[in-house]
């Protein structure tokens, strides 16, 4: 299925929107792109999903990343002695990817954990 130019104008101009707004509030253009790669790569693996949820992911996907990356590139390179070499900006890259494609999968999974260790039952019980 093909889609229509109207959702992919629509699409388009909600990227570009939280694109702007993220930058206007201080993120990183690259840190918002990769996160923005990072999404649609998780959306590709999970096709189950409506327009309206994937682009409200996609969305989460490119603010969280763009605020989480440069704290968690900035904490990797001082941990590690490895990835100086790396530099920060291309860890807050690569962060921002890995964040972008895995908050969907590892923020329900962290939840239903903090769910059975507090021994409260999950909504699918």
Not at 24 to 44: E, K, P, R, S, W
Not at 55 to 79: D, E, H, Q, R, T
Not at 96 to 102: P, V
Not at 105 to 123: C, D, F, H, V, Y
Request: charged letters at 10%; a neutral charge; zero cysteines.
């Amino acid at each position: 299925m093909e889609p229509s130019s109207g959702s992919v104008a629509g699409v388009t101009f909600t990227i570009g929107t939280v694109s702007v707004v993220g930058t206007l509030l201080g993120m990183h253009y690259d840190a918002l792109l990769f996160g923005l790669f990072g999404g649609l790569i998780f959306l590709t693996n999970n096709p189950s999903t409506t327009r309206t949820n994937a682009i409200g992911n996609v969305i989460a996907s490119v603010l969280i990343a763009g605020s989480l990356s440069p704290v968690l590139g900035a904490l990797l390179v001082s941990w590690f002695e490895v990835l100086t070499n790396v530099g920060e900006d291309n860890m807050r890259r690569a962060s921002s990817l890995i964040i972008g494609a895995g908050w969907q999968a590892s923020i329900p999974t962290a939840m239903e954990l903090l769910r059975s260790k507090a021994g409260i039952q999950g909504r699918d019980q």
